[in-house]
């Protein structure tokens, strides 16, 4: 089984300040992403990366960036946190095989205040 | 127009009813097709993908239709712990490979 391993479950961190949330997947997967979720916005992405140190931006990438300096490790930075950042975040995987589906880690959930 | 729709729901049943969803995608060269499941405060779930052929996993099936360009998921004997949202999710959906979510179909089953 795929494991997706997300670094923290619950986090709350101060207005400016910058944030880390880092992912992690056992399954040797090249494709990573990280999502936000709210409600009635249904899951928005932010970033992916389909090799390392490869990364393309999603829909939403503003006031974020991420990193992939390891095939397994997709981090994503909140440069300065700010409380429109508020949300659940999901890393996900998938193979390079793209007709696959998705791997979720349990997801974090932020808050800025 | 929106690359994956769903009804939002939410849709109220009660306990051993059947219950249908559809969903909708844009791109008639779309890859590939899945139903997740979340729960309240959860990461999504892989409930089944679906085969053109349509599938059946327990009280579950999935089917495609390809020349209407939806997907349906049929639950029957609905329980209590099908209650829960219902995510429709579609690979090539907005031109190339990346997995393009619907917002979700909400499920409520009642005693």
């Known amino acids: 089984d795929v494991k997706v391993t997300q670094s923290s479950r619950y986090l709350v961190k101060r207005t400016g300040e910058k944030v880390f949330l880092e992912c992690v997947q056992d399954?040797?997967?090249?494709?990573m992403f990280w999502y936000r979720q709210d409600p009635g916005l249904g899951l928005r992405l932010i970033y992916f990366?389909?090799?390392?140190?490869?990364?393309e931006k999603g829909d939403i990438p503003e006031g974020y960036s991420v990193s992939r300096e390891k095939k397994e490790r997709f981090s994503l930075i909140l440069e300065s946190a700010s409380t429109n950042q508020t949300s659940m975040y999901l890393c996900?995987?998938?193979?390079?095989?793209?007709?696959?589906?998705?791997?979720f880690g349990d997801g974090t959930r932020l808050s800025i205040l | 127009r929106k690359e994956v729709e769903q009804d939002p729901g939410p849709f109220n049943v009660p306990e051993g009813a059947t219950v249908a969803f559809n969903c909708t995608y844009s791109?008639?060269?779309?890859?590939?097709f899945f139903w997740y499941r979340q729960d309240c405060r959860k990461e999504p779930k892989l409930l089944m993908s679906?085969?053109?052929s349509g599938n059946e996993d327990g009280r579950f099936t999935a089917q495609l239709n390809r020349a209407s360009q939806y997907i349906s998921l049929l639950i029957r004997d609905s329980k209590l712990s099908d209650s829960a949202t219902y995510l429709c999710?579609?690979?090539?959906?907005?031109?190339?490979?990346?997995?393009?979510f619907g917002r979700g179909t909400s499920l409520i089953v009642h005693p």
């Open positions: 996900a995987t998938f193979p390079e095989s793209r007709n696959q589906p998705q791997h």
């Open positions: 399954m040797d997967h090249e494709n």
């Open positions: 990366s389909y090799d390392v140190k490869m990364k």
């Open positions: 791109n008639s060269a779309s890859q590939s």
């Open positions: 679906v085969y053109s």
């Open positions: 999710v579609v690979n090539g959906a907005g031109g190339s490979y990346i997995p393009t």
